[in-house]
């Protein structure tokens, strides 16, 4: 056992109970110790639209705050698959949903990508919830790194059996390579994919901020913002090129894909 996993705090969040390691800095961390919430406006959206008996996925899991909201609002009826490279991570996600008895969520080790493999995941040495394929993607790089296993969301989807409803990706920049492996869950009828943003990490895989916008309009999505108001108001593709050529190095925003 790391001291990760044996230091923690069992932390009330909207979905359940969660366990955080103490000796995690990072900010999604930090927000469910002091708060027991992450990303307010979304959290909520999550609770308006999301509905018992729906499948769901969260892509890039860490310890599982989307993953236990999720499964609390499909409830046993509804499925849920938690994809979480990092063995530490994935071992105190598995605890939360053992925690809150729920047996309808199916924890994935492994890092979604393009393809079915192996690749390196590279370690934070403070921050544990920003581990990626692409070392420079860290916030404190260290020497750290694990070999995972690498899963497309195709795979996944063909182990469902099922359309899914909603699918969160935050992959510290892997986002162009998941949506690679993709094809079945982008030509769904209806989907929604929440997906985060972040230009420094995308271009650190060799992806592009097109590589994320094009594949979405190429199938019939509509995407959408988080505006001020706490509204969803629609957003163009130049608005999203735009946007992204204006973050600084670790600035990020998330996306609502729609159809």
Known sequence: ?????????????????????????????????????????????????????????DVGANVGYYTVLLASLVGPSGRVIACEPDPVNARLLRRSIAENQFRHVQVVEAAVTDADGRATLYLDTAWHGVHSLARENTVNPGDGRVDVRTVALDTLMTDVAADI?????????????????????????????????????????????????????????????????????????ESITERAAALGTWSSFNVLWTK
Do not use: C
């Not at 994919?193 to 972040?198: D, F, I, K, P, Q």
């Open 165 to 237: 409803d909603f699918v969160k990706i935050d992959a510290q920049g892997a986002e162009a390579s998941i949506l690679r492996g993709a094809r079945r869950l982008l030509g769904q009828m209806h989907a929604r994919v929440l997906m985060e943003v972040w230009p420094f990490g995308i271009h650190g895989l060799g992806g592009t901020v097109p590589a994320v916008v094009n594949p979405f309009l190429e199938h019939g999505f509509s995407g959408w913002t988080m505006a001020p108001s706490r509204t969803l108001v629609p957003v163009s593709p």
């Open 1 to 57: 056992m790391t001291n990760a996993e044996a230091e923690v705090r069992i932390v009330e969040t909207p979905g359940g109970r969660l366990f955080v390691s103490m000796a995690d800095q990072g900010s999604v961390a930090r927000a469910l110790r002091n708060k027991g919430r992450y990303e307010k406006d979304w959290t909520e959206w999550m609770r308006l639209h999301i509905a018992p008996g729906m499948r769901a996925v």
